[in-house]
């Protein structure tokens, strides 16, 4: 099953206020001049402007896109598209020696790939050397031979390294067939709201001149960006598509760090959008108590605060010892509420419950774990109980799925035992309460 071009125009979104965080240093990687600002420039400019070091390769200089002009030699286009370039990389904020030329031939990158070229170890050596968290290259059936080969050269050349390759369609939008478009589940589908630096980027795709103007005006057969070619990259968003793969769970050790450092690493108890969404998570449960409730992931107690007043039992666990600390303490004029060191990747403490909350939990779970997490879920609810599931769906490069990711495997696999009471999706989050049937 393919996914449709409305499938991916409806992706969840990047959160872009923390792209810097999310993404780390970054590589973009542009088979020629141009593909950088009309893929990734929304992106870029955000980057920039979060001051996290962006670097971008270009692998051609572009220099057969007009091979019949007599004005412009090959090698004189070349110099001229690295000039463009290097304007456009300005526009959106890179510093100028944070521009990489490979100059590995337009239009011969597929022959270098097939011949396992020098191309490849010039790459590893380069990711070796900037150390990028995650590299942007061509989609990989971008309908381009120059674009499919440079995701080829790079996902062989980053092989085993620890980084993350996403990848982002130009030729697909136009030219592509049904066939190039993303099998399900192949890639994670994101798309970045880029209106507001939306005429940073038009102005970096305006300034590759040889490309968007009738400057070389002896080449009939010479490329243009026309204002059709040019539509599907000055709307409001960039898309991206992550890898699909899960990683493994999230250890402990990873929130003792966490919470050794800072008692509220996420902002729960200041955060407008963590009160927003914890309300609207209460509001959106209609039983007005619950007689034995259990809350996953309790962390701190900021939201276990809120909701206590609604049950007669809670017991809330979490698998950092010192987030718990902060909980009992912040919950401490509640006799209802229970608080205990757990681990449910090892299975629930008790059953018969009537509710569960699980919240910003699913995606530290790698998705067989996370499959045994749902089964124990089902089989502790009462008949009539409620799992109340709430998550994040952005990407997060550290953690092994996204929310989106959780959601959609509960339905798919569970769900014939639940009835969907409530569904509301927010911008950066999904919230969803499923009543156990009598099944």
């Known amino acids: 099953m393919k996914n449709t ?14 792209l810097h965080r999310d993404l780390g240093k970054v590589i973009i990687v542009a088979p020629h001049p141009d593909d950088e600002s009309l893929g990734c420039g929304g992106l870029i400019a955000y980057l920039t402007a979060q001051n996290e070091e962006v670097y971008v390769l270009f692998l051609t200089n572009g220099d057969a896109s007009h091979p019949n002009s007599t004005k412009f030699s090959p090698e004189d286009l070349g110099k001229l598209r690295k000039s463009e370039a290097i304007n456009a990389c300005k526009i959106l904020g890179v510093k100028e020696e944070n521009l990489i030329f490979l100059d590995a031939g337009d239009g011969k990158l597929a022959e270098k790939f097939k011949n396992h070229d020098s191309v490849i170890n010039e790459l590893k050596e380069l990711f070796q050397q900037k150390e990028p968290d995650t590299i942007f290259a061509p989609w990989r059936r971008d ?17 085993k390294m620890a980084i993350t390759i996403a990848e982002y369609p130009v030729w697909l939008w136009k030219k592509g067939e049904p066939a190039d478009w993303p099998a399900e589940d192949e ?39 026309t204002e059709d070619l040019m539509q599907p990259f000055i709307g409001n968003y960039e898309y991206f598509f992550f890898p699909a793969e899960s990683k ?28 927003e969404k914890y309300h609207k998570t209460i509001a959106s449960v209609s039983v007005k108590s619950f007689e034995n409730a259990l809350e996953i992931g309790c962390s701190n107690g900021v939201f276990t605060k ?14 950092s010892q010192e987030a718990l600390k902060s909980a009992i303490k912040r919950c401490a004029s509640f006799s209802q509420c229970k608080f205990m060191h757990w681990d449910i990747s090892n299975g629930l403490p008790g059953s018969n419950y009537d509710a569960i909350f699980f919240s910003e939990v699913g995606y530290y779970f790698d998705l067989n774990s996370l499959g045994k997490i749902f089964n124990d879920i089902t089989n502790s609810l009462q008949p009539g109980g409620m799992l109340v599931m709430v998550h994040w ?3 997060v ?11 959609d495997n509960f339905r798919k696999n569970y769900s014939n035992r639940f009835k969907l009471l409530n569904s509301e999706r927010a911008e950066l989050y999904i919230l969803e309460v499923w009543e156990k049937t009598e099944k």
């Open 5 to 18: 071009r409305d499938h991916i125009e409806q992706a969840p979104y990047l959160n872009v206020e923390g």
């Open 143 to 159: 309908h381009h031979i120059d674009h499919v080969a440079a995701y080829s050269l790079v996902d062989k050349a980053a092989e």
């Open 187 to 225: 890639v994670l589908a994101f798309r970045l709201q880029i209106d507001s630096v939306k005429e940073i980027k038009k102005a970096a795709i305006l300034a590759h001149i040889s490309q968007t103007t009738n400057l070389i005006d002896d080449d009939p057969e010479g490329f243009i960006l």
């Open 248 to 275: 493994p769970a999230v250890s402990e050790t990873y929130f003792e760090k966490l919470y050794a450092n800072n008692d509220d690493p996420w902002d729960f108890e200041t955060s407008s959008y963590e009160q």
């Open 306 to 319: 809120l909701l206590a007043p609604k049950c007669k039992n809670l017991l809330a666990v979490d698998l």
């Open 393 to 395: 769906t952005a990407y």
């Open 397 to 407: 490069r550290s953690y092994p799925l996204t929310g989106q990711q959780v959601h």
